[in-house]
């Protein structure tokens, strides 16, 4: 089926409108260098040209007259010429490599800095391997436009234009005999480009799932180890290649298409110019010179011509990767500071929910028109079932999503009236989810303070517990703790991180499972420094372990998204609700001698 003149018609607007992108936002700023590499490009097509002008002297002057006095002087134009060719050549191609990394080095770090600064949702609902093969793969084949088409469109176009000269000055009804087959090849040589970025578009989209897939699979090498699931990944990732593979070579068999429809053309444009040229010279209409000449242009000619043909296709792959790449740095984030945003000091500020709804999606709602306040300098606990909406809870506050209705507060103040910056300045978060990077201890625990004193580095460490752990590594606090904290425990993890909360010293705390990952002796160390840093913040704790909450000013007790129970510990036990089953449950299970497994015969 034909594609309707209207999809062609977005096609050529979409190709135009992002080379206009490329050159308005991203070669403009380079113009002086385009320039010169302009001049060296003329340089070397005239070059190019003069060699073929100077074999009409070559033949005539020295083979065919046998004139001795033009031998030295040939023989020096040539030397100069193919001098003059190669210097052009080196700082043409310095150049346009100058410019084509400095753009991908720009494109590549603003790309960062969108998907840094992009909403958490849109981060989730993307892949990682998406994202990476946005900032590799997509931003390298824009490259390609920049060096390959730039050079191309200057040097190739202007050496075929000069070379062509060279032709009509020694026979123009010869040149055009020669060139009557080109346009031919305009057509096919188009669709093969529409054809080659749609190939293209498939290809990244598959790049980037097979990085999603190697991700995942190294990251969760301990579990495949241990359900025995080398043969199930490798499996998936044979799938995932081979469709890479069978990528790979459409987009060759597609990209190599052009050379027999260049070659036959070539040939056939030969096969005429030797025909008709010979025929002259055996008629003594021309020198043999003039014909070698005119030969010579054509050969030397028809090389750049091949590259041109293969412009479009080289072209479509690269502007199928900068529409990925413009897409991403076109996306908006959401949660934006207000034009009327303002800065504030959460010293001795509440945290208060009104009504707050929230979904993640089209399921049923995470948050279900909650209500209740964290007073300042109080410590307030979120307990209850999986799925019932306490994390939510915690990543509400610092805006890494906003509530569908209602309103949160810290201070009498609207969280959305409030600058990002001086929001999340004000609030140190440790959850769950272990955040270490592939660096020192030290700079881990400075992380959310990367100019903090390594006295202050250390002091946090002992209030967490971490210090004897810390100086006991190979390299004390100097010591890569590798990817995502790989080389320390679970425990260990957790109090660097805890660590990291309370370098940050900031008023508001909110701990999301923060003691889930230590034994009883480094837990009650953690709390120790815990229960210090507490003191005269406003607090947020969620935990599973009811033990760890005891001591909360208020708990409140949340099921399906909603307040159920809420009270002191003592003012929930003595209710006997929910609360207090779930601490009786978890008390029968803290007393239990062991853990007894039955298997059935």
Same mark, same amino acid.
Do not use: C
């Given at each position: 089926m034909q594609a309707s003149p209207v999809g062609k018609i977005a096609f050529d607007q979409s190709t135009r409108a992002l080379m206009r992108r490329i050159v308005r936002d991203h070669l403009r700023p380079h113009w002086r260098r385009l320039a010169l590499a302009g001049v060296c490009m003329i340089?070397?097509?005239?070059?190019?040209?003069?060699?073929?002008?100077?074999?009409?002297?070559?033949?005539?002057?020295?083979?065919?007259n046998r004139d001795a006095s033009m031998l030295a002087w040939v023989s020096a134009a040539v030397l100069t010429t193919f001098f003059v060719k190669g210097m052009a050549t080196y700082a043409q191609a310095m150049l346009m490599s100058f410019i084509g990394q400095r753009i991908v080095s720009d494109l590549q770090i603003d790309l960062y800095g969108r998907l840094i600064r992009a909403d958490l949702a849109m981060l989730h609902d993307t892949p990682s391997g998406t994202l990476v093969s946005r900032l590799v793969n997509d931003v390298g084949m824009l490259r390609g436009v920049v060096s390959t088409t730039l050079t191309s469109i200057g040097k190739d176009f202007l050496t075929v234009l000069m070379l062509v000269a060279v032709m009509f000055r020694?026979?123009?009804?010869?040149?055009?005999?020669?060139?009557?087959?080109?346009?031919?090849?305009?057509?096919?040589?188009?669709?093969?480009?529409?054809?080659?970025?749609?190939?293209? $578009?498939r290809t990244q989209v598959q790049i980037a799932q097979l990085m999603t897939l190697f991700g995942q699979t190294f990251q969760g090498a301990r579990h495949v180890k241990a359900y025995g699931m080398e043969g199930y990944e490798t499996g998936r990732a044979r799938a995932a290649i081979e469709g890479m593979f069978g990528l790979w070579q459409r987009a060759a068999r597609t990209r190599s298409i052009i050379h027999p429809v260049m070659e036959t053309? /070539?040939?056939?444009?030969?096969?005429?110019?030797?025909?008709?040229?010979?025929h002259q010279v055996i008629a003594g209409q021309r020198t043999a010179g003039a014909f070698f000449s005119f030969v010579t242009a054509l050969l030397l000619a028809y090389e750049p011509m091949k590259k041109l043909a293969q412009l479009n296709t080289t072209l479509q792959e690269g502007l199928a990767a900068a529409a990925r790449?413009?897409?991403?740095?076109?996306?908006?984030p959401k949660i934006v500071d207000k034009p009327s945003a303002i800065d504030i000091d959460a010293r001795g500020a509440s945290i208060k929910f009104e009504q707050a709804r929230f979904r993640y999606s089209a399921e049923r709602a995470a948050l279900d028109g909650i209500t209740f306040?964290?007073?300042?300098?109080? $410590?307030?606990?979120?307990? /209850?079932?999986?799925? =019932? /909406?306490?994390?939510?809870?915690?990543?509400?506050?610092? &805006?890494?999503?906003?509530?569908?209705?209602? &309103?949160?507060?810290? /201070?009498g103040h609207d969280i959305r009236d409030i600058r990002l910056q001086s929001l999340r300045a004000s609030i140190a978060l440790v959850s769950q989810e272990v955040?270490?990077?592939?660096?020192?201890?030290?700079?881990?625990?400075?992380?959310? &303070?990367p100019d903090a004193p390594m006295a202050d580095i250390e002091r946090a460490a002992r209030l967490a517990g971490a210090h004897d752990f810390v100086?006991?590594?190979?390299?004390?606090?100097?010591?890569?703790?590798?990817?995502?904290?790989?080389?320390?425990?679970?425990?260990?993890?957790?109090?660097?991180?805890? =660590?990291?909360?309370?370098?940050?010293?900031?008023?508001?705390?909110?701990?999301?499972?923060? $003691?889930?990952?230590l034994d009883g002796e480094a837990e009650r160390q953690v709390r120790e420094a815990l229960a210090t840093l507490m003191e005269g913040r406003t607090t947020l704790v969620v935990a599973h372990r009811l033990t760890t909450? $005891?001591?909360?000013?208020?708990?409140?007790?949340?099921?399906?998204?909603?307040?159920?129970?809420?009270g002191s510990h003592a003012e929930l036990l003595a209710r006997g609700g929910h609360y207090a089953r779930l601490y009786a449950l978890q008390a029968a299970d803290d007393s239990a001698p062991a853990l007894r497994f039955v298997a059935s015969a």
């Open positions: 340089l070397g097509a005239a070059a190019t040209a003069a060699l073929a002008k100077l074999m009409e002297p070559v033949i005539d002057d020295v083979f065919v020694q026979d123009w009804s010869l040149a055009l005999v020669a060139f009557v087959v080109f346009p031919l090849a305009v057509l096919p040589i188009s669709k093969i480009g529409k054809r080659m970025r749609k190939v293209s $578009t053309l /070539g040939g056939f444009a030969i096969v005429v110019v030797i025909l008709y040229g010979g790449v413009f897409a991403v740095l076109d996306s908006a306040e964290v007073p300042a300098g109080k $410590t307030v606990a979120l307990v /209850g079932p999986s799925g =019932a /909406g306490k994390s939510t809870v915690v990543n509400l506050i610092p &805006r890494f999503y906003d509530v569908n209705e209602g &309103r949160i507060s810290i /201070g955040s270490l990077f592939d660096d020192t201890v030290a700079a881990n625990i400075a992380y959310g &303070r100086a006991g590594l190979p390299e004390g606090y100097a010591t890569l703790v590798g990817e995502h904290g790989v080389k320390l425990s679970g425990g260990q993890r957790q109090r660097v991180m805890i =660590a990291r909360a309370l370098l940050k010293n900031a008023p508001i705390l909110l701990l999301d499972e923060a $003691t889930s990952s909450v $005891t001591n909360a000013d208020r708990i409140y007790y949340l099921a399906d998204g909603r307040i159920v129970e809420s």
